[in-house]
């Protein structure tokens, strides 16, 4: 017993080894995407008194200006605990994100033990959840050890997996990595509890709760439970005490949806960002299935960003392949009697069915974050394979030289997709080149060439994205910021307005026609649209600091010490919701000088 686990022990090390040097790289990354909407600008996560708001509010929801119908408030607490920790680092939060990785790895690794070592009951139908180890099945006395271990197999392939990339080196991409890691620990700990309510089942609920407040696909573990117990347990389970067993699982998610429906007063969107009939968007989920079947076995040209091109038809070819291709796929699943086979197929497509419903998802209809915990079923699917190759192919040394050389490719491919991640410039540069015709890749190339100070090449991107989107906000935002930087102020100002018929709520509209009025000299007009913005929005730190810059620049002309007493403390307020800002602070320091000059100058005057 103590050679096994210190075997198992060597294994998991392993997995650990080989999972924290895939993404190592991910460390000199920076903040990409939305990290600096969910990090930086997150007032939630640089003070633990706002917990309650977290459990209470959507995941956007410290961002009054900005609504989402997403329901996620573990992941702001892991935010908080990482912001304590690290501060405003980056590395800190990428070092979280690969910690998670790794450890869902080594779930992967436990599940996989347990699986391919589960013992199969020929007959428990009086005793549902009986602890009888009959005889191990006959596919799996005889299996390669070493590398070709079908748990280490399977735990090394999901480590060092490409499509995994996104997930792991984008730092919002935590909600996933947490939603899957407390997924696979409930689904683990269910295991092992092996059908009793004791200490360990009680932490697989536990475990259940953390994952769907993380992410909503998590829910979907009651029914991969049940298809555990049938398929690998051959228990019954319509039986009283299956029943049991199931219902305080059930009890946790409708515990969730009335959460959920306190936090946002329903329990899906109702904004369809795709206009499509019903029917076409069921015929539309079998192409979007196949491509994520197909991005699991080849992940190739991998990106950030996708364009969906939906089908209107089963007479297209590319509905109605799928269709058949899905069919054949859930045909051998259903027929296999092949109880892991099995069982790691429904691994694949109950946890996907969520990023299948198209009408939740937004504009973004395919993502590669989406497969990160369907992706288990896959290494699983793919382990069992590779042990029965190895059992067939005469020549060990042939299937173990594959598996090596696969696992190279992949790990080789997922440090250098890394290095994709690293900043904004180099992320929407490849996503733009594989996404040409996404405006949000083109908007988001615009906004990394201004950072750099190619302003000119900065216009170019978000007028392409404004002729792929006309009622693009963001872009009509960030095309005024660039136009303003040239001095075209004007210009910035039309498409500052047009963003507000866009969105009149948009509180980074207000807040920068403001800034725009003010550089034409018009003090009044800027004032009222920063205070339109903090009517929106009452924690927009911005519009306090640009507030207290019109009081400042109207008390030093006029000599006003009132006025600057309005300065500082607008600045003040801004730099208490964004203490890491410096620029809040020195312009409070600044301020509060220039009040102090101004009182000498009165009493020697």
Same mark, same amino acid.
């Given at each position: 017993?103590?050679?096994?686990?210190?075997g198992?022990?060597?294994?998991?090390?392993?997995?650990l080894?080989?999972?924290?040097?895939v993404?190592?790289?991910?460390?000199?990354?920076?903040?990409v995407?939305?990290?600096?909407?969910?990090?930086?600008?997150?007032?939630?996560?640089?003070?633990?008194?706002?917990?309650?708001?977290?459990?209470?509010?959507?995941v956007a929801?410290?961002?009054?200006?900005?609504?989402?119908?997403y329901?996620?408030?573990f992941?702001?607490?892991?935010?908080?605990?990482?912001?304590?920790?690290?501060?405003?680092?980056?590395?800190?939060?990428h070092?979280?994100?690969?910690?998670?990785?790794?450890?869902?790895?080594?779930?992967?690794?436990?599940?996989?033990?347990?699986?391919?070592?589960?013992?199969?009951?020929?007959?428990?139908?009086?005793?549902?959840?009986?602890?009888?180890?009959?005889?191990?099945?006959?596919?799996?006395?005889k299996?390669?050890?070493?590398?070709?271990?079908p748990?280490?197999?399977?735990?090394?392939?999901?480590?060092?997996?490409?499509?995994?990339?996104?997930a792991?080196?984008?730092?919002?991409?935590?909600?996933?990595?947490?939603?899957?890691?407390?997924?696979?620990q409930?689904?683990?700990?269910?295991?092992?509890?092996?059908?009793?309510?004791?200490?360990?089942?009680?932490?697989?609920?536990?475990?259940?709760?953390?994952?769907?407040l993380?992410?909503?696909?998590?829910?979907?573990?009651p029914?991969?439970?049940?298809?555990?117990?049938?398929v690998?347990?051959?228990?019954?389970?319509?039986?009283?005490?299956a029943?049991?067993?199931?219902?305080?699982?059930?009890?946790?998610?409708?515990?969730?949806?009335?959460?959920?429906?306190?936090?946002l007063?329903?329990?899906?969107?109702?904004?369809?960002f795709?206009?499509?009939?019903n029917?076409?968007?069921?015929?539309?989920?079998?192409?979007?299935?196949?491509?994520?079947?197909?991005?699991?076995?080849?992940?190739?040209?991998?990106?950030?960003?996708?364009?969906?091109?939906?089908?209107?038809?089963?007479?297209?070819?590319?509905?109605?392949?799928?269709?058949?291709?899905?069919?054949?796929?859930?045909?051998?699943?259903?027929?296999?009697?092949?109880?892991i086979?099995?069982?790691?197929?429904?691994?694949?497509?109950?946890?996907?069915?969520?990023a299948?419903?198209?009408?939740?998802?937004?504009?973004?209809?395919?993502?590669?974050?989406y497969?990160?915990?369907?992706?288990v079923?896959?290494?699983?699917?793919m382990?069992?394979?590779?042990?029965?190759?190895?059992?067939?192919?005469?020549?060990?040394?042939?299937?173990?030289?594959?598996?090596?050389?696969?696992?190279?490719?992949?790990?080789?491919?997922?440090?250098?997709?890394?290095?994709?991640?690293?900043?904004?410039?180099?992320?929407?540069?490849d996503?733009?080149?594989?996404?040409?015709?996404?405006?949000?890749?083109?908007?988001?190339?615009?906004?990394?060439?201004?950072?750099?100070?190619?302003?000119?090449? @900065? /216009?170019?991107?978000?007028?392409? +994205?404004?002729? &792929?989107? #006309? %009622?693009?906000e963001?872009?009509?935002? !960030? $095309?005024?910021i660039?136009?303003?930087?040239?001095?075209?102020?004007?210009?910035a100002?039309?498409?500052?307005?047009?963003?507000?018929?866009?969105?009149?709520?948009?509180?980074?509209?207000?807040?920068?026609?403001?800034?725009?009025?003010?550089?034409?000299?018009?003090?009044?007009?800027?004032?009222?649209?920063?205070?339109?913005a903090?009517?929106?929005?009452?924690?927009?730190?911005?519009?306090?600091?640009?507030?207290?810059?019109?009081?400042?620049?109207?008390g030093?002309t006029?000599?006003?010490?009132?006025?600057?007493?309005? @300065? /500082?403390?607008?600045?003040?307020? +801004?730099?208490? &919701?964004? #203490? %890491?800002?410096?620029?809040?602070?020195? !312009? $409070?320091?600044a301020?509060?000088?220039a009040?102090?000059?101004?009182?000498?100058?009165?009493?020697?005057?």
């Amino acid at each position: 017993m103590k050679r096994n686990e210190n075997g198992q022990t060597l294994l998991i090390s392993c997995v650990l080894i080989a999972s924290l040097a895939v993404y190592f790289n991910t460390l000199f990354n920076g903040f990409v995407f939305d990290d600096a909407q969910n990090i930086v600008g997150n007032r939630w996560i640089k003070d633990i008194t706002y917990i309650p708001e977290m459990f209470t509010s959507h995941v956007a929801g410290f961002d009054n200006s900005y609504q989402t119908s997403y329901y996620r408030p573990f992941v702001h607490v892991i935010y908080l605990l990482a912001y304590q920790v690290f501060g405003l680092h980056p590395w800190g939060f990428h070092l979280v994100n690969v910690l998670f990785h790794s450890g869902v790895s080594i779930l992967v690794f436990l599940i996989a033990s347990r699986l391919f070592d589960e013992r199969h009951p020929s007959d428990l139908s009086s005793q549902p959840f009986s602890a009888a180890t009959p005889p191990i099945s006959p596919l799996l006395k005889k299996r390669p050890g070493g590398m070709l271990s079908p748990p280490l197999f399977a735990a090394l392939l999901f480590a060092v997996h490409p499509i995994h990339t996104e997930a792991v080196a984008w730092i919002s991409g935590v909600m996933d990595l947490s939603s899957a890691f407390f997924f696979l620990q409930s689904f683990y700990l269910y295991m092992r509890a092996e059908g009793r309510m004791n200490r360990v089942y009680v932490l697989s609920l536990v475990s259940f709760l953390l994952a769907a407040l993380s992410k909503e696909p998590a829910l979907t573990l009651p029914l991969v439970l049940i298809v555990y117990d049938h398929v690998i347990r051959k228990q019954k389970i319509v039986t009283g005490r299956a029943v049991k067993m199931y219902a305080p699982y059930f009890l946790i998610a409708g515990m969730y949806f009335v959460m959920r429906l306190n936090a946002l007063g329903g329990f899906a969107p109702t904004k369809k960002f795709i206009e499509m009939t019903n029917y076409q968007y069921v015929i539309n989920t079998f192409p979007l299935f196949i491509e994520y079947i197909r991005k699991l076995f080849f992940p190739l040209d991998l990106s950030a960003l996708y364009v969906f091109h939906p089908v209107i038809s089963l007479s297209d070819p590319k509905a109605l392949l799928p269709l058949i291709l899905t069919a054949v796929l859930l045909s051998l699943a259903l027929l296999s009697k092949k109880d892991i086979l099995i069982l790691g197929i429904m691994l694949v497509v109950i946890p996907l069915l969520p990023a299948l419903y198209i009408p939740a998802l937004g504009d973004v209809a395919f993502a590669e974050r989406y497969l990160y915990l369907p992706s288990v079923g896959f290494a699983i699917v793919m382990a069992l394979l590779c042990s029965r190759a190895y059992s067939m192919i005469p020549n060990k040394n042939v299937v173990t030289g594959v598996v090596i050389a696969l696992l190279a490719v992949f790990g080789v491919a997922t440090v250098g997709r890394n290095a994709v991640w690293k900043d904004e410039f180099s992320l929407w540069t490849d996503t733009v080149r594989k996404s040409p015709e996404s405006a949000v890749s083109r908007e988001y190339l615009g906004y990394a060439l201004y950072e750099r100070g190619q302003v000119e090449e @900065a /216009i170019e991107c978000y007028l392409m +994205a404004l002729q &792929l989107k #006309p %009622d693009y906000e963001d872009a009509h935002i !960030n $095309l005024g910021i660039a136009y303003a930087a040239r001095g075209r102020i004007d210009e910035a100002i039309d498409h500052y307005m047009k963003a507000l018929r866009i969105q009149p709520n948009s509180v980074e509209g207000h807040s920068n026609l403001g800034l725009a009025y003010a550089a034409k000299g018009w003090s009044d007009r800027a004032m009222e649209q920063y205070q339109i913005a903090l009517s929106i929005n009452p924690y927009f730190a911005k519009a306090y600091h640009n507030l207290g810059a019109v009081y400042g620049n109207e008390g030093l002309t006029q000599g006003d010490e009132n006025l600057l007493d309005m @300065a /500082i403390v607008n600045f003040r307020y +801004a730099a208490s &919701l964004e #203490p %890491d800002n410096p620029l809040y602070s020195d !312009n $409070l320091a600044a301020a509060t000088k220039a009040k102090r000059r101004l009182k000498v100058s009165e009493q020697v005057n």
